[in-house]
């Protein structure tokens, strides 16, 4: 069974960086696309970025276009989210995702990220 644990999260100040990281176990992580997704209090959880299982395409939501870079490292079984230039607006907890072959989705913990003055 898959099991994702998300880390790096924390407080920051406006303008700071974060990277999290999402160890994987259970499961080929190097066949499975991977994804990053943030939820705030009172809304839908919001999907922030994805990578396929190689690495070689990636896709952001336009609100953190040019701002966030996901990556990953299939040696590690670890996936990356590099967060730049924070903004308020992205305090949130942070998840790691993958979709079985089957439709199922797997979750971490989550991480919270907090970007406050």
């Known amino acids: 069974q898959a099991q994702l644990m998300e880390s790096g999260g924390g407080l920051v100040q406006p303008g700071g960086s974060l990277r999290l990281s999402c160890a994987a176990s259970g499961f080929m992580f190097s066949r499975y696309a991977m994804n990053w997704y943030r939820e705030t209090p009172g809304k839908e959880r919001e999907l922030v970025a994805m990578i396929t299982s190689t690495g070689g395409s990636t896709n952001y939501a336009d609100s953190v276009k040019g701002r966030f870079t996901i990556s990953r490292d299939n040696a590690k079984n670890t996936v990356y989210l590099q967060m730049n230039s924070l903004i308020v607006e992205y305090t949130a907890v942070y998840y790691c995702?993958?979709?079985?072959?089957?439709?199922?989705?797997?979750w971490g913990q989550g991480t919270q990220v907090t970007v406050s003055s």
């Open positions: 995702n993958v979709r079985s072959d089957d439709g199922y989705d797997y």
